[in-house]
């Protein structure tokens, strides 16, 4: 009989329990906010110089010692040889014979005398051979003056006035047209007559203290030549 009544109070104590268990309320979870994110700008790094450069040590500049002087080669004493005269004067003297006196019909007084050389004079002017030589330059340059013909053709005729200087060897140093004919082929013409000319050597008569001389000479042009 205590037994069914301990079993029935059991039952009981086990219902009551269930019954609390399952009227009780369940504890709810926790709520969580939501996350936010929030973007931070990062400061820019920053920079550190670098350390100023040490200066560098100036090089100790060691003074150079001066170099002693050299002392200068001191002249030795250079024995002088002995003069002939005074070795011949150690020696015994031989006394030598003096010159006779030569006779004064052998002196030549004549001979003595010098006669100071003449001088040339100046040649003189030959102004006869300078005309002469004159004629004679006009003469070679007609002689070797050839008129063209194409000239002749077209009727050129003139006169051309020629200036020339001669050397004493008979040379032409210089030429030129004084005055011309009007016509190229003309002037050409004499100057070429005068380059083919040969003239003589100056003799000293001629134009005497000068290196050459000068001439004007007109060469004609004519058709009827």
């Known amino acids: 009989m205590r037994a069914l009544l301990a079993a029935g109070v059991l039952e009981l104590l086990a219902i009551g329990a269930m019954t609390l268990f399952f009227t009780q309320e369940k504890p709810q979870p926790p709520v969580i906010p939501p996350l936010q994110l929030v973007l931070v700008a990062q400061e820019p790094p920053k920079v550190i110089p670098p350390p100023p450069p040490r200066p560098k040590a100036k090089p100790t500049v060691i003074p150079k010692a001066s170099p002693r002087p050299t002392p200068r080669p001191v002249a030795k004493p250079v024995a002088q040889p002995v003069r002939q005269a005074e070795a011949v004067e150690t020696k015994q003297a031989i006394p030598t014979p003096a010159p006779s006196p030569l006779p ?5 007084p004549a001979a003595e005398q010098t006669h100071a050389p003449r001088k040339d004079s100046a040649p003189a002017e030959d102004r006869a051979g300078e005309g002469q030589y004159s004629g004679r330059v006009a003469g070679e340059i007609e002689k070797h003056k050839v008129y063209p013909a194409s000239a002749k053709e077209l009727d050129m005729t003139g006169d051309v006035v020629l200036a020339y200087t001669i050397n004493r060897q008979g040379s032409v140093v210089e030429a030129s047209v004084l005055q011309s004919s009007g016509f190229r082929l003309l002037d050409a013409a ?36």
């Open 104 to 108: 004064a019909t052998a002196q030549t």
């Open 190 to 225: 004499a100057l070429k007559a005068l380059r083919a000319s040969r003239f003589d050597p100056m003799t000293p008569g001629l134009w005497p203290g000068t290196p050459g001389k000068t001439f004007t000479t007109t060469v004609h042009f004519a058709l009827d030549d």
